[in-house]
Nanobody, 118 residues
Framework: QVQLLESGGGSVQSGGSLRLSCVAS????????MGWFRQAPGKEREGVGS???????TYYDSVKGRFTISRDNTKNTLLLIMDSLKPEDSAIYYC????????????WGQGTQVTVSS
């Protein structure tokens, strides 16, 4: 059974930083592309970025230059370091996994809340 468990959410003031973690179990981690998504109240879920098995990360424009995604394949861990946070970054953040060479995000975590106050 695949499980993705996020942690590290919380509240921070505008301009601050937070680090989110996601630990995966029940899968061969290196075979999966890992991603971060977020959903704010009343809005559709949107992508934050993703990272391939070999550490190549891509980001959506809204977070480029402020967020950093990394992974540790020895610990089945995914990280999201968020700097220069803005109130519009407030959302529930989810990690997700999809098998390499596919486009469907098969597995999702339960989410962790990030709140940025102005």
């Amino acid at each position: 059974q695949v499980q993705l468990l996020e942690s590290g959410g919380g509240s921070v003031q505008s301009g601050g930083s937070l680090r989110l973690s996601c630990v995966a179990s029940g899968l061969t981690y290196s075979n999966f592309v890992m991603g971060w998504f977020r959903q704010a109240p009343g809005k559709e879920r949107e992508g934050v970025g993703s990272i391939t098995w070999d550490g190549s990360a891509t980001y959506y424009d809204s977070v480029k230059g402020r967020f950093t995604i990394s992974r540790d394949n020895t610990k089945n861990t995914l990280l999201l370091i968020m700097d220069s946070l803005k109130p519009e970054d407030s959302a529930i953040y989810y990690c997700a996994a999809r098998q390499r060479f596919t486009t469907i995000w098969n597995y999702w975590g339960q989410g962790t809340q990030v709140t940025v106050s102005s």
